[in-house]
């Protein structure tokens, strides 16, 4: 009996720290819960600043003016006298292809033609001597010395002679112009330079067989290349698209000369869009912009990848804050329009709407606002600011998540608890 008694004062022992224990914590949460949340930010005031909006884009370096060249006619390269990277001055050689069947194609169409002359020849003589023996029937016949069936007789002579001349005349017609394609073709045999420049592309060797481009695209043999003009030309995403106008200057970073920066200017936009990926997920839409460096150097080389940032717009001392400081913030509202709702009922919508937060004695006030162009760093205030302000400008953390209108803050130095910052910011 003792034993039992012993162990019943001792479960109620247990029971009874435990419940003491979980009244101590429900204590603790119901006193940390009414303790006030300050939140650690950074402020920057709001200025009046200058600010270029910009659109970068990534493509290719290439010369203005370049001639792709393929021949007209197939054969052999039996000429090939320049080389790639060599400079070539306008009508200089390029290649040669055998020519022999195309200079026997010339011969038959000389002799053609010959043959189609004096068959001429032949024709118009015969047509004159008719002619006159006609005209000599007509005047027996005024005279009364010649039948009606001598004179038709002699009239169909002449007739029957004319046709066979304007036949004649039209087979030398004929052979001309087969004697002038067999030349061209001879011609296209000879392939010269089309302007100064340099040669650089070169995809023939000497004795290699080409195919003409009369029937398919035909072999690509060189390119010839003025390489005093070049431009970048880069994809534009269709959003950015319409901000870029012609002679929009552009900074342009060419990834083999490093950090050095070519000037440039906006020469084309395109109007045909570049779809990538079409009909799935990553269906990308680009434009392709031509920009003409004003800077210039011979080391520069067709192909060469660059990054362009093209300046779009610029506004002069416009109020701005910081970028991170504009963030996005949703408001429930009661809507009495009907969208989808048969019932006739209200419907709740979210609206998100761009707001800052302004700093007053330590505590945070949320403002809408209305912003424009931005740059890196700064974004343009349209509406919202009037300029006196100190706007929360970090942590990224407390900006897009933590803050609300009226939250109680500290304010920061930026020097203070940089690497959780950055860390913040990469969330």
């Given at each position: 009996?003792?034993?039992?008694?012993?162990?019943?004062?001792?479960?109620?022992?247990?029971?009874?720290?435990?419940?003491?224990?979980?009244?101590?914590?429900?204590?603790?949460?119901?006193?940390?819960?009414?303790?006030?949340?300050?939140?650690?930010?950074?402020?920057?005031?709001?200025?009046?600043?200058?600010?270029?909006?910009?659109?970068?884009?990534?493509?290719?370096?290439?010369?203005?003016?370049?001639?792709?060249?393929?021949?007209?006619?197939?054969?052999?390269?039996?000429?090939?006298?320049?080389?790639?990277?060599?400079?070539?001055?306008?009508?200089?050689?390029?290649?040669?292809?055998?020519?022999?069947?195309?200079?026997?194609?010339?011969?038959?169409?000389?002799?053609?033609?010959?043959?189609?002359?004096?068959?001429?020849?032949?024709?118009?003589?015969?047509?004159?001597?008719?002619?006159?023996?006609?005209?000599?029937?007509?005047?027996?016949?005024e005279k009364k010395l010649s039948s009606q069936a001598e004179?038709?007789?002699?009239?169909?002579?002449?007739?029957?002679?004319?046709?066979?001349?304007?036949?004649?005349?039209?087979?030398?017609?004929?052979?001309?112009?087969?004697?002038?394609?067999?030349?061209?073709?001879?011609?296209?045999?000879?392939?010269?330079?089309?302007?100064?420049?340099?040669?650089?592309?070169?995809?023939?060797?000497?004795?290699?067989?080409?195919?003409?481009?009369?029937?398919?695209?035909?072999?690509?043999?060189?390119?010839?290349?003025?390489?005093?003009?070049?431009?970048?030309?880069?994809?534009?995403?269709?959003?950015?698209?319409?901000?870029?106008?012609?002679?929009?200057?552009?900074?342009?970073?060419?990834?083999?000369?490093?950090?050095?920066?070519?000037?440039?200017?906006?020469?084309?936009?395109?109007?045909?869009?570049?779809?990538?990926?079409?009909?799935?997920?990553?269906?990308?839409?680009?434009?392709?912009?031509?920009?003409?460096?004003?800077?210039?150097?011979?080391?520069?080389?067709?192909?060469?990848?660059?990054?362009?940032?093209?300046?779009?717009?610029?506004?002069?001392?416009?109020?701005?804050?910081?970028?991170?400081?504009?963030?996005?913030?949703?408001?429930?509202?009661?809507?009495?329009?009907?969208?989808?709702?048969?019932?006739?009922?209200?419907?709740?919508?979210?609206?998100?709407?761009?707001?800052?937060?302004?700093?007053?004695?330590?505590?945070?006030?949320?403002?809408?606002?209305?912003?424009?162009?931005?740059?890196?760093?700064?974004?343009?205030?349209?509406?919202?600011?009037?300029?006196?302000?100190?706007?929360?400008?970090?942590?990224?953390?407390?900006?897009?998540?933590?803050?609300?209108?009226?939250?109680?803050?500290?304010?920061?130095?930026?020097?203070?608890?940089?690497?959780?910052?950055?860390?913040?910011?990469?969330?």
């Open positions: 009996m003792a034993n039992g008694k012993k162990k019943s004062k001792k479960k109620l022992f247990i029971f009874g720290g435990i419940i003491i224990l979980l009244g101590i914590v429900v204590a603790l949460v119901v006193m940390g819960s009414d303790k006030e949340v300050i939140i650690s930010v950074q402020t920057e005031d709001v200025e009046a600043r200058t600010i270029t909006q910009v659109v970068s884009a990534t493509g290719k370096i290439q010369p203005v003016e370049k001639v792709v060249l393929r021949p007209e006619i197939t054969g052999e390269i039996v000429n090939l006298p320049v080389e790639e990277g060599d400079f070539v001055n306008k009508g200089q050689l390029l290649v040669q292809i055998k020519p022999d069947i195309y200079v026997a194609q010339r011969n038959r169409a000389r002799a053609s033609l010959q043959s189609a002359e004096a068959n001429l020849d032949i024709s118009k003589a015969n047509l004159d001597k008719l002619d006159a023996e006609y005209k000599r029937v007509q005047g027996l016949f004179i038709d007789a002699s009239k169909a002579g002449y007739l029957q002679s004319k046709g066979t001349y304007e036949s004649n005349l039209a087979s030398v017609l004929q052979a001309k112009e087969g004697l002038k394609e067999a030349e061209e073709q001879l011609a296209k045999t000879t392939i010269y330079a089309p302007m100064d420049g340099t040669v650089t592309e070169l995809h023939v060797e000497l004795s290699e067989r080409v195919l003409g481009s009369s029937f398919s695209q035909g072999t690509h043999m060189l390119t010839v290349s003025d390489l005093s003009q070049m431009e970048a030309i880069v994809e534009v995403d269709e959003n950015d698209i319409v901000l870029i106008s012609v002679d929009d200057i552009a900074n342009i970073e060419i990834d083999a000369f490093g950090d050095k920066i070519f000037k440039g200017q906006v020469s084309q936009i395109g109007n045909s869009a570049i779809t990538t990926g079409l009909g799935t997920q990553d269906e990308v839409v680009n434009f392709e912009v031509k920009i003409l460096l004003t800077d210039k150097d011979e080391k520069i080389r067709p192909g060469m990848s660059c990054d362009a940032d093209v300046e779009t717009e610029t506004k002069v001392d416009v109020l701005s804050v910081p970028i991170q400081s504009v963030t996005a913030r949703i408001e429930k509202k009661e809507d009495d329009e009907e969208e989808g709702n048969n019932n006739g009922g209200k419907r709740k919508r979210n609206d998100p709407k761009e707001v800052v937060f302004v700093i007053e004695d330590q505590v945070a006030k949320q403002i809408e606002v209305k912003t424009g162009i931005s740059d890196d760093t700064y974004i343009e205030i349209i509406s919202g600011l009037s300029g006196s302000e100190k706007v929360v400008s970090g942590p990224y953390r407390a900006i897009s998540k933590e803050l609300s209108d009226s939250s109680t803050v500290v304010i920061q130095d930026k020097g203070d608890d940089k690497n959780k910052n950055l860390a913040d910011n990469n969330e």
